[in-house]
C-alpha cells in the first residue's frame, strides 16, 4: 500500500506540533510493515530535508496572476478559511501528481483543517480529526470561525473516511455535525517507548518538582497548573514548579492579555513566584530531561485530542496527572495507570498532586502502570495494524462506489 500523508511543516527535527509527530512516527512505522509512505508539506523548516526522495513539498501559494484571481474573489463572498482550504488542495493535488509518477498513491491521510479534504480528486481520502475548529477554537466565535466550522464538517462528511485519536471526539463530532463519513473509527495516537534507561526513576527523581509542559495560554490551562501549586506550595514549603513552552498571554476579564511574568506578578505572591521556573519553548530532548527530574508531570489543558505531551510522558514511566480531556484517559485506567480531574479544576488538581507528594512509592507504581498500558493502547504497531485495515476498507470502498 502507498499512503500519502500531509504534514503542516517538515522535519518532525524543527516543528513541535502534534500532527507532525503523529506523521513521522506513522511513515516509520508503516514503512517498517512493508508499506510505501510519501509526506506532503507545504512548509520546509530545514531546506537539507527536502532531499528525502519520499518528501514532496507543495508549490508555493500564487500571490497573484489569473490562477489566483478567482480564489481572492471568493475569499469575500465564503470566507478566508475557504481560500485557505481550496489554495492547499490545489497546490496539495499538484504534489500528488508528482509523488505519483513512478507508482499511484492508494490513499492520503490529511487533517480537517479548514476542509481542504473535500477539495482533493483523485485518491481516497482518510480525515484524521486532529483538533476540528467547533471544539478547538477557544473564545467567542467570528464570523470565519462559523464558515471554517461548516467547511470542516462537509469534508468529514464527504470524506473517504474518517479517523479519530479518541474515541470521546469521534462522539462528538459525530454529534455535532450530526453525519460524518459512512467509515470512522476511534484509533489512538502512535508514541515510541524510550529504553528502560532513559525512563524516569524514582531514586533519581526531585520529590518537590512538578513539571507543566505546554503554552502559557488559556487552552494548555496554564492559570489551572499555577493556580493548584499555589495552593500546594502553602503547605509544601519545598515544592516548586517548572514550566516550559511557548508563552501566548491569558487573558483577563478585564480584557488585557498578560505575557507570564506580568501574570504571575499580578496575581500571586513573591514567595510563589520565587518557586516557579517559566523556560520558555525548549528542546524535545530538554523536556525528556525535565520527565526524569520531575516527581510527576501535569497536563491541566482544557482541549486535547491525544496529546503527545501525556503519551510520551507515560511511555517514559512519568507520573502523570491530566485534565479529564479526550485521549488518555479515555484509554488508560483512571486511578491506576493515570490520575485525573475535571477541566478547569485548579483544587481538584491540587488533590490528585497531593496524594503523590505524600507517597512518592505512590507515584513509583503510578508511572509503572501507566507505561504499560500505553504501550497496550498507543504501540506503533498496534495503531499501524488498525490504521491500514481501516486505509483497506477506504480503498475498496472507493473502489466499489467507482
Known amino acids: 500500500m502507498k499512503i500519502a500523508f500531509y504534514s503542516p511543516f517538515w522535519p518532525v527535527t524543527r516543528a513541535q506540533n502534534g500532527i507532525v509527530t503523529y506523521v513521522d512516527i506513522m511513515t516509520r512505522a508503516l514503512q517498517a510493515a512493508g508499506h510505501e509512505c510519501v509526506v506532503i508539506t507545504p512548509r520546509m523548516l530545514d531546506e537539507?530535508?527536502?532531499?528525502?526522495?519520499?518528501?514532496?513539498?507543495?508549490?508555493?501559494?500564487?500571490?497573484?496572476?489569473?490562477?489566483?484571481?478567482?480564489?481572492?474573489?471568493s475569499a469575500g463572498v465564503f470566507g478566508a478559511g475557504r481560500l485557505i482550504g481550496r489554495s492547499l488542495a490545489a497546490r496539495l493535488e499538484r504534489a500528488l501528481e508528482r509523488a505519483s509518477t513512478a507508482a499511484p498513491v492508494d490513499i492520503i491521510d490529511i487533517e480537517e483543517s479548514f476542509g481542504m479534504a473535500r477539495f482533493i480528486k483523485g485518491a481516497p481520502t482518510a480525515v484524521r480529526l486532529h483538533g476540528p475548529h467547533f471544539l478547538g477554537h477557544v473564545g467567542d466565535r467570528s464570523e470565519e470561525d462559523r464558515?471554517?466550522?461548516?467547511?470542516?464538517?462537509?469534508?468529514?462528511?464527504?470524506?473517504?473516511?474518517?479517523?479519530?485519536?479518541?474515541?470521546?471526539?469521534?462522539?462528538?463530532?459525530?454529534d455535532y455535525y450530526r453525519e460524518v463519513a459512512p467509515l470512522n473509527a476511534a484509533i489512538g495516537n502512535p508514541v515510541e517507548f524510550p529504553p528502560d534507561d532513559q525512563c524516569w526513576r524514582r531514586e533519581n527523581c526531585d520529590p518537590n518538582l512538578i513539571l507543566f509542559v505546554g503554552r502559557f495560554d488559556l487552552r494548555k490551562g496554564a492559570d489551572v497548573m499555577l493556580e493548584a501549586f499555589s495552593r500546594l506550595a502553602k503547605t509544601h514549603k519545598s515544592l516548586r514548579l517548572v514550566m516550559a513552552g511557548k508563552d501566548s498571554g491569558i487573558p483577563l476579564d478585564s480584557g488585557e492579555t498578560l505575557a507570564y511574568e506580568a501574570y504571575v506578578k499580578r496575581l500571586f505572591s513573591d514567595d510563589i513566584r520565587e518557586r516557579v521556573r517559566f523556560l520558555g519553548p525548549v528542546s524535545p530532548a530538554k523536556v525528556n530531561e525535565l520527565r526524569r527530574q520531575a516527581l510527576v508531570y501535569v497536563s491541566s489543558s482544557r482541549f486535547e485530542c491525544c496529546a503527545y505531551a501525556v503519551t510520551e510522558t507515560l511511555a517514559m514511566g512519568c507520573p502523570a496527572v491530566a485534565s479529564s480531556t479526550f485521549g488518555p484517559p479515555e484509554y488508560l485506567k483512571v486511578g491506576e495507570e493515570i490520575l485525573v480531574f475535571d477541566i478547569g479544576d485548579a483544587d481538584g488538581l491540587a488533590a490528585q498532586l497531593e496524594m503523590?507528594?505524600?507517597?512518592?512509592?505512590?507515584?513509583?507504581?503510578?508511572?509503572?502502570?501507566?507505561?504499560?498500558?500505553?504501550r497496550a493502547a498507543f504501540a506503533p504497531e498496534k495503531i499501524?495494524?488498525?490504521?491500514?485495515?481501516?486505509?483497506?476498507?477506504v480503498i475498496a470502498r472507493k473502489a466499489s462506489a467507482s
Open 384 to 393: 499501524v495494524t488498525d490504521m491500514v485495515s481501516f486505509y483497506g476498507d
Open 356 to 374: 503523590l507528594l505524600g507517597d512518592p512509592r505512590r507515584a513509583e507504581e503510578l508511572g509503572a502502570a501507566g507505561r504499560y498500558g500505553a
Open 147 to 174: 464558515r471554517r466550522i461548516a467547511s470542516e464538517g462537509r469534508a468529514i462528511q464527504s470524506a473517504g473516511g474518517v479517523t479519530s485519536p479518541s474515541p470521546g471526539l469521534l462522539a462528538a463530532t459525530k
Open 48 to 73: 537539507g530535508a527536502a532531499d528525502d526522495k519520499t518528501l514532496y513539498v507543495m508549490d508555493p501559494a500564487p500571490k497573484s496572476g489569473v490562477r489566483s484571481l478567482w480564489p481572492r474573489l
